[in-house]
């Protein structure tokens, strides 16, 4: 069965300091990935995605995220943290870009000042 | 353009009343999906919308929910009779054919 694991529940950062989200799938085949954040009180907002190509994908707020086939993994990374950074990040996969997302549990960002 | 909005932005039912959400879809778009989080757990898909029909239900967790897309614009998700276990967080996302979900802020549904 397809599947996303985030191993971490909750990560705590100081600001300033680098940031990896560990993002791993289960899939048939390589689907479509997403990294999505969800500040408090807020909806659900596209960080970014791999669909093909380049497997370093850079996002909004200053995030990337690396496909790795062989480890099935699609980390999430920035390389300064900032305060306003402290929400939840959800990684999802698809098999194609009109067909339901399939999640990971999420990761809370506590930032450290 | 306007985002996806849902509304209410929060709801608290007693058990065995009815709640309707809405989901206004970004303007032109033809996919509307419902995606539900439990407390503590992971983001669940319920259903997808193709214009006014749907395309796939296989989340849907029973018979007391109801969702419907009328002329393939908004849509609707009742629950019927609510249930403490329906508490949670209703999101909303459309996308057009090219892809690229947008999603909404959210209903936090509270059954008590």
């Known amino acids: 069965a397809q599947s996303v694991t985030q191993p971490d529940i909750h990560i705590t950062v100081s600001e300033g300091a680098s940031l990896e989200l560990r993002c791993n799938y289960s899939?048939?085949?390589?689907?479509?990935l997403f990294w999505y954040v969800q500040s408090p009180g807020q909806g659900l907002q596209l960080l970014l995605k791999?669909?093909?190509?380049d497997t370093l994908v850079q996002g909004i707020k200053g995030f990337e995220a690396e496909f790795k086939r062989s480890q099935s993994s699609f980390n999430l990374r920035k390389p300064s943290v900032h305060w306003s950074d402290a929400a939840e990040y959800f990684c999802?996969?698809?098999?194609?870009?009109?067909?339901?997302?399939?999640w990971g549990a999420g990761t809370k960002l506590i930032i450290k000042p | 353009e306007a985002g996806v909005t849902q509304f209410p932005s929060h709801s608290v039912i007693e058990k065995g009343q009815t709640v309707t959400l809405r989901c206004d879809p970004i303007?032109?778009?033809?996919?509307l999906y419902w995606y539900r989080r439990v407390m503590g757990k992971e983001i669940k898909f319920l259903l997808h919308?193709?214009?006014?029909?749907?395309?796939?239900e296989s989340g849907m967790p029973n018979n007391r929910f109801l969702a419907e897309r009328t002329g393939g614009t908004y849509s609707t998700l009742k629950v019927q009779p609510a249930e403490l276990e329906d508490s949670g967080v209703y999101f909303c996302?459309?996308?057009?054919?090219?892809?690229?979900?947008?999603f909404g802020s959210g209903t936090r549904l509270t059954v008590v």
């Open positions: 303007s032109g778009h033809d996919n």
């Open positions: 919308f193709v214009k006014e029909s749907k395309q796939d």
């Open positions: 791999y669909f093909s190509g």
């Open positions: 899939y048939g085949a390589t689907p479509y």
């Open positions: 996302a459309s996308s057009s054919s090219r892809g690229g979900y947008t």
């Open positions: 999802a996969v698809s098999p194609s870009s009109n067909y339901q997302l399939i």
